[in-house]
């Protein structure tokens, strides 16, 4: 089940914390059900959740102080771009690079090229304590509270009993300095929030303490909390160095084991913790672009197809997309708060074909640029690539992929990997399996797509796309 999403101005993107609840647990209790079992019988539960979507809330009453705020909400849109542009940052760009020269040490590396983007946590969070005084209010009394979906469903699960997060969704906020695995002090001095309303941060895999006895009859432990990549990382099995796990979902995002090492790198790769469990602490480098799943919903909304299926086979009809190009735009750029989304090229010929073949071709093509992107900056040999999430059951976008990054891409019998890498670390916490060479034996290859075509051959298509991107900036 999806909730929907409310948009009670233009640009913000929310979700009702009150419904938010009340279809997880229906989908819990629909998932036992389905399944033949009874609640008593449920050893653990592990929880996936959307990263970067946050709420605060009354640490007293448990009142929030207003809905859920989307990771593709634009309101903090000005803040981020006054912040940018600000002589400040500057200066903290020019102190960071002379702390990073003279110590080679990379948690200097990353504050040298910091920029603010509306998908962050930290801009929307100055925006609440702005905005919203109750919030203010209750801060300076210590009686705010701050979580991500996560931490808001371990709240609402316990009763007000457990207040935490776990590293993997507390690094991907922006807030957490993944060098020193703490709150950033800095930054929230910077932008006037509050340290005293964020959550302690503990294990991945973890007792957080059990559901109460009333929302589902019996009590059942929780015993993992993970963000969703970083779950899906875990649910490909990719427990090393170099592997590399592809998500096509919503959005698309690349991320690379980098095992006990944080590299820092760019601005279109992220450091994140992967998992802590126990002294195990996994980190990955991440690259994401936005809407990939949306962009093929659309289409379907509009009637470009009618099954989602029939899309691969729509791409392969035509020879080429006759030089129709796809610009994604529909949800916020971090590079370009203002990218236009749009087809370019179209002809009296143009066909659904045209429209839905170049639609999968972008997709293609963004993975081709993500994924160079990685190969240069991110210092470790690549090994395994496995694909995830509902685009990764498209042949032609997994095919052209492999094509144009001249990889073996190997693709899972079940797509939906977040929710199995949260029950696995969940089973790993509750004894249910000892480690993880057990659960390298439950991965089951659907397909392995191996390169068929020299990446040249779609060289012109995709620089008729790259000149394409370029007129929609701005």
């Given amino acids: 089940k999806q909730v929907e999403s409310l948009y009670p101005c233009p640009g913000w993107v929310e979700l009702d914390p009150e419904v938010l609840w009340s279809q997880f647990v229906g989908v819990i209790k629909d998932a036992v059900h389905a399944a033949g079992l009874h609640m008593r019988q449920i050893a653990g539960l592990g929880i996936s959740t959307q990263r970067g979507t946050f709420i605060t809330w009354h640490k007293r009453t448990g009142k929030p102080f207003h809905n859920f705020i989307s990771w593709q909400d634009l309101r903090s849109?000005?803040?981020?771009?006054?912040?940018n542009k600000s002589l400040l940052l500057k200066v903290i760009h020019v102190i960071f690079t002379v702390l990073h020269f003279l110590t080679g040490n990379d948690r200097y590396l990353a504050?040298?090229?910091l920029t603010f983007s509306t998908q962050q946590t930290s801009m929307k969070l100055s925006w609440v304590f702005k905005n919203i005084p109750e919030a203010e209010e209750a801060a300076k009394k210590n009686n705010c509270c701050f979580g991500t979906v996560d931490?808001?469903?371990?709240?609402?699960?316990?009763?007000?009993?457990?207040?935490?997060?776990?590293?993997?969704?507390a690094s991907s906020t922006g807030v957490f300095e993944p060098f020193t695995r703490s709150w950033n002090p800095t930054l929230c001095s910077l932008l006037s929030i509050p340290m005293s309303i964020y959550p302690p941060v503990k294990d991945t895999s973890f007792n957080f303490g059990s559901a109460d006895s009333e929302i589902f009859g019996v009590p059942i432990p929780i015993m993992a909390v993970v963000g969703d990549q970083q779950s899906a990382m875990f649910g490909e099995c990719c427990f090393h160095?170099?592997?590399?796990?592809?998500?096509?979902?919503?959005?698309?995002f690349w991320n690379v084991n980098t095992g006990e090492h944080l590299f820092a790198s760019g601005r279109n790769l992220y450091p994140l913790i992967g998992w802590k469990i126990g002294e195990e602490v996994v980190y990955l480098t991440e690259g994401s672009m936005s809407d990939i799943g949306t962009a093929i919903k659309w289409a379907q909304d509009i009637n470009l197809f009618t099954n989602v299926d029939?899309?691969?086979?729509?791409?392969?009809?035509?020879?080429?997309?006759?030089?129709?190009?796809?610009?994604?735009?529909?949800?916020?750029?971090?590079?370009?708060?203002?990218?236009?989304?749009?087809?370019?090229?179209l002809k009296p010929s143009t066909?659904?074909?045209?429209?839905?073949?170049?639609?999968?071709?972008?997709?293609?093509?963004?993975?081709?640029l993500l994924y160079d992107i990685i190969v240069k900056k991110v210092h470790i040999p690549l090994q395994t690539i496995r694909a995830d999430g509902g685009?990764?059951?498209?042949?032609?976008?997994?095919q052209m992929t492999s094509d144009l990054i001249n990889k073996k891409i190997e693709k899972p019998a079940n797509a939906d990997m977040s929710s199995l890498g949260a029950a696995f670390l969940a089973g790993l916490a509750s004894g249910f399996w000892t480690d993880k060479e057990q659960l390298k034996k439950l991965r089951r290859t659907e397909a392995v797509f191996e390169p068929q075509k020299d990446p040249e051959e779609y060289r012109p298509a995709?620089?008729?796309?790259?000149?394409?991107?370029?007129?929609?900036?701005h």
């Avoid at 899309?311 to 750029?333: E, H, L, N, W």
């Avoid at 370009?336 to 989304?341: E, F, I, Q, S, T």
């Avoid at 995709?462 to 900036?473: E, V």
Wanted: aromatic fraction near 12%.
């Fill in 462 to 473: 995709m620089d008729t796309w790259l000149q394409a991107m370029k007129c929609s900036l």
């Fill in 241 to 252: 160095p170099g592997d590399v796990k592809l998500t096509m979902g919503t959005g698309g």
């Fill in 151 to 169: 931490t808001w469903l371990l709240y609402r699960l316990t009763k007000g009993s457990v207040y935490a997060t776990d590293y993997s969704n």
């Fill in 351 to 368: 066909t659904r074909n045209h429209l839905v073949r170049a639609i999968l071709e972008s997709v293609a093509f963004r993975n081709k």
């Fill in 111 to 113: 504050p040298s090229f």
């Fill in 310 to 345: 029939e899309t691969a086979k729509m791409a392969r009809s035509i020879v080429d997309s006759q030089g129709v190009c796809f610009i994604p735009g529909f949800q916020v750029s971090v590079n370009d708060p203002y990218l236009c989304a749009s087809f370019m090229g």
């Fill in 391 to 398: 685009v990764s059951n498209n042949s032609f976008v997994m």
């Fill in 77 to 83: 849109a000005e803040l981020v771009n006054s912040w």
